[in-house]
């Protein structure tokens, strides 16, 4: 059983950045596939990022692309979202999941394992 918790969101201006963190615990990420996903109030839940533990591939929504940036940490067994230039569209309730396999998908029924959500507001 792996247990998921993320941290790090809150409100920040249009144009600013935060940093979320992902911390498992019961098992290490190893074998895992490790994404983001956000759901904006009245949207449907959205990939976001994701990256393969073990070769440290990773893959981003085209929304996102060139503004965040994941990343593994294997000794914290953490995984972060680095987000930068942020925009009110952004706005959302941050995910962080995990799945046992070796390749990023963007189909969240995929994802076996699923943090609390943390909020993430950006005002414009």
């Known amino acids: 059983q792996v247990q998921l918790v993320e941290t790090g969101g809150g409100l920040v201006q249009a144009g600013g950045s935060l940093r979320l963190s992902c911390a498992a615990s019961g098992r290490t990420f190893s074998d895992y596939a490790v994404a983001w996903f956000r759901q904006a109030p009245g949207k449907e839940r959205e990939f976001v990022a994701g990256?393969?533990?073990?070769?440290?591939?990773?893959s981003y929504a085209d929304s996102v692309k060139g503004r965040f940036t994941i990343s593994r940490d294997n000794a914290k067994n953490a995984v972060y979202l680095q987000m930068i230039s942020l925009k009110p569209e952004d706005t959302a309730v941050y995910y962080c999941?995990?799945?046992?396999?070796?390749?990023?998908?963007?189909?969240?029924?995929?994802?076996?394992?699923w943090g609390q959500g943390t909020q993430v507001t950006v005002s414009s």
């Open positions: 999941a995990a799945a046992r396999i070796f390749l990023v998908v963007t189909i969240q029924q995929r994802y076996e394992y």
């Open positions: 990256i393969t533990w073990n070769t440290g591939l990773t």
